[in-house]
């Protein structure tokens, strides 16, 4: 996955917001603002190339001390960044960097 496609795409307004991370966002109290700064400023985590439809990626950001993942996807053909879900990492899952899955 490529991030500044990402980067490009969400500065465009190419964004699709998935029913799935709409509802999430709103139980996490996650708004679409954080989820932007997240796709634009922060770290892309892991990849999963062989997701489908299309190749997606976790990207993680802190603001205001508060962690943040993000999972995006990109549609080369169509030109759309879809958000397909956004989380707070916590440490049941993640070391304390919150890019480091516990094992």
């Given at each position: 996955?490529?991030?500044?496609?990402?980067?490009?795409?969400?500065?465009?307004?190419?964004?699709?917001?998935?029913?799935?991370?709409?509802?999430?966002?709103?139980?996490?109290?996650i708004?679409?603002?954080?989820?932007?700064k997240?796709?634009?400023?922060?770290?892309?985590?892991?990849?999963?190339?062989?997701?489908?439809?299309?190749?997606?990626?976790?990207?993680?950001?802190?603001?205001?001390?508060?962690?943040?993942?993000?999972?995006?996807?990109?549609d080369?053909?169509?030109e759309?960044?879809?958000?397909?879900?956004?989380?707070?990492?916590?440490?049941?899952?993640?070391?304390?960097?919150?890019?480091?899955?516990?094992?």
């Open positions: 996955m490529d991030r500044e496609v990402v980067r490009e795409k969400i500065n465009q307004g190419r964004i699709r917001w998935q029913r799935h991370a709409l509802q999430r966002m709103m139980e996490r109290g708004t679409r603002n954080e989820v932007k997240t796709l634009l400023k922060g770290e892309l985590i892991e990849e999963y190339p062989k997701d489908h439809p299309y190749p997606s990626g976790l990207f993680f950001y802190i603001d205001s001390g508060l962690p943040l993942h993000v999972v995006a996807a990109i080369k053909d169509a759309w960044c879809y958000i397909i879900t956004a989380y707070r990492p916590d440490s049941e899952h993640f070391e304390s960097d919150y890019k480091t899955r516990t094992s």
